[in-house]
C-alpha cells in the first residue's frame, strides 16, 4: 500500500498473494508512505503514513476504506482516529 518510488509517494495499491500471484487494486487518493493497512469484513483499511510535505504529526490519523466486493467503488475517507500513526501495526 502506497510508499516511495524514487523519492516519490506512491498511490499504488497491490494484493500479493502467498502463491506469488498479485492484483493491482485502484489507486489511493492520496499519495501515502509508511502507513498501515488491515482487512475486516471484505474492507480494506488504510490508516495514517507520511504525507507528500515528509510529515505525519498531524491533530488526526487519516483513514481510507475500499470494499473488496466493489472496488471500482473507489476509496472512501473513512472515520479519522484521534492521533498521529506512522510505522504502527493496524489490527483488524
Same mark, same amino acid.
Given at each position: 500500500? @502506497? @510508499?516511495?518510488?524514487? @523519492?516519490?509517494?506512491?498511490?499504488?495499491? %497491490?494484493?500479493? %498473494?502467498? =502463491?506469488?500471484?498479485?492484483?493491482?487494486?485502484?489507486?489511493?487518493?492520496?499519495?501515502?508512505?509508511?502507513?498501515?493497512?488491515?482487512?475486516?469484513?471484505?474492507?480494506?483499511f488504510v490508516l495514517?503514513?507520511e504525507t507528500a =510535505?515528509?510529515?505525519?504529526?498531524? =491533530?488526526?490519523?487519516?483513514?481510507?476504506?475500499?470494499?473488496?466486493?466493489?472496488p471500482s467503488a473507489?476509496?472512501?475517507?473513512?472515520?479519522?482516529?484521534?492521533?498521529?500513526?506512522?510505522? =504502527?501495526?493496524?489490527?483488524?
Open positions: 500500500v @502506497g @510508499g516511495k518510488i524514487d @523519492g516519490q509517494l506512491s498511490r499504488s495499491v %497491490r494484493v500479493l %498473494r502467498a =502463491d506469488g500471484t498479485s492484483t493491482d487494486l485502484p489507486s489511493l487518493p492520496v499519495g501515502l508512505a509508511r502507513a498501515s493497512a488491515a482487512l475486516l469484513d471484505g474492507t480494506l495514517g503514513g =510535505d515528509g510529515s505525519s504529526a498531524t =491533530d488526526v490519523t487519516p483513514v481510507w476504506t475500499l470494499r473488496l466486493a466493489n473507489g476509496w472512501q475517507p473513512g472515520e479519522p482516529l484521534a492521533a498521529p500513526s506512522r510505522l =504502527d501495526a493496524a489490527i483488524a
